[in-house]
T-cell receptor, first 114, second 110 residues
């Protein structure tokens, strides 16, 4: 069974640009969560989607947004990029909405903002 | 590969020895915990989980211990192997979200 697939794996943007990252969950998984990972802050929760609805949102500015499609695939968007947005963005899927369910992570999308 | 954390606490163990990685969690109401392993260039991988109604759970070569009194979680790896070198994170389920610890880098010495 295929794992969680994230694209692109690496990308470089400049300040002020916007970026869209994609995540395909494990087949049958309906929940997708996004995390930002940086050396200084570790893994920080961005948001979670279940059945195309945002269930939870972390403490990030409105420049960070996401959506989920009917096939459970998810995208996240960051607008007006700042240098501090450079990070590894991880997507995780689970069978049910977040609760006592194991999150299965993708390999991440490494964003560098210049 | 990507650097997961430049200033993480590091545990160095000899190959074949047992490793113990500790985690202090934040919320006494957390009722589910997971240990993840992250190798360079990869996303976190599930190792083992434990619910708050248990104080110990064993897997293959790994044991998780939960001490709710002091809000402490530990991961024990038996007969540590070079392939165990990675960053290890604990995660607690608090409310509807997982909160991740800062991670510990395990370095296995030959």
């Amino acid at each position: 069974k295929a794992g969680v697939t994230q694209t692109p794996r690496y990308l470089i943007k400049t300040r002020g640009q916007q970026v869209t990252l994609s995540c395909s969950p494990i087949s049958g998984h309906r929940s997708v969560s996004w995390y930002q990972q940086t050396p200084g802050q570790g893994l920080q929760f961005l948001f979670e989607y279940f059945s195309e609805t945002q269930r939870n949102k972390g403490n990030f500015p409105g420049r960070f947004s996401g959506r989920q499609f009917s096939n459970s695939r998810s995208e996240m968007n960051v607008s007006t990029l700042e240098l501090g947005d450079s990070a590894l963005y991880l997507c995780a899927s689970s069978l049910m909405a977040t609760g006592a369910n194991v999150l299965t992570f993708g390999a991440g999308s490494r964003l560098t903002v210049l | 590969g990507e650097s997961v954390g430049l200033h993480l606490p590091t545990l160095s163990v000899q190959e074949g020895d047992n490793s113990i990685i500790n985690c202090a969690y934040s919320n006494s109401a957390s009722d589910y915990f997971i240990w993840y392993k992250q190798e360079s260039g990869k996303g976190p991988q599930f190792i083992i989980d434990i619910r708050s109604n248990m104080d110990k759970r064993q897997g293959q070569r790994v044991t998780v211990l939960l001490n709710k009194t002091v809000k402490h979680l530990s991961l024990q790896i038996a007969a540590t192997q070079p392939g165990d070198s990675a960053v290890y994170f604990c995660a607690e389920l608090y409310g509807q979200n997982f909160v991740f610890g800062p991670g510990t880098r395990l370095s296995v010495l030959p």
